[in-house]
Nanobody
Framework: QVQVVESGGGLVQAGGSLRLSCAAS????????MGWYRQAPGKQRELVAT???????NYADSVKGRFTISRDNLKNTVFLQMNSLKPEDTAVYYC?????????????????WGQGTQVTVSS
């Protein structure tokens, strides 16, 4: 079993900053991709940013230049630094972690989600 726990959400004024953290723990052999997704009320969950074990990153166009994703491979942790926040960034932010469990046999992969953390940006 792999546990994923997010932290760092909250209420901030437009133009402000927040830093989200996500830690994965449990039966983990290795982690490939880590990422952040968000879901606003009445909307589908959407990709915010992802990062691979080799530190390749991908961002949604709506957050490019404002958000930065990073990870600490030794601690199985991923971060999302969010600057210049806008009211339209308001959503529940979910962390996603993909990798392999012990034993690292073919098929023994996991794709785990956290419980989500609320980010609210006031205008």
């Amino acid at each position: 079993q792999v546990q994923v726990v997010e932290s760092g959400g909250g209420l901030v004024q437009a133009g402000g900053s927040l830093r989200l953290s996500c830690a994965a723990s449990g039966n983990i052999f290795n982690i490939n991709a880590m990422g952040w997704y968000r879901q606003a009320p009445g909307k589908q969950r959407e990709l915010v940013a992802t990062i691979t074990s080799g530190a390749s990153t991908n961002y949604a166009d709506s957050v490019k230049g404002r958000f930065t994703i990073s990870r600490d491979n030794l601690k199985n942790t991923v971060f999302l630094q969010m600057n210049s926040l806008k009211p339209e960034d308001t959503a529940v932010y979910y962390c996603n972690v993909q990798g392999r469990r012990y034993p690292p046999t073919p098929g023994n992969q996991f794709n785990s989600w956290g419980q989500g953390t609320q980010v609210t940006v006031s205008s």
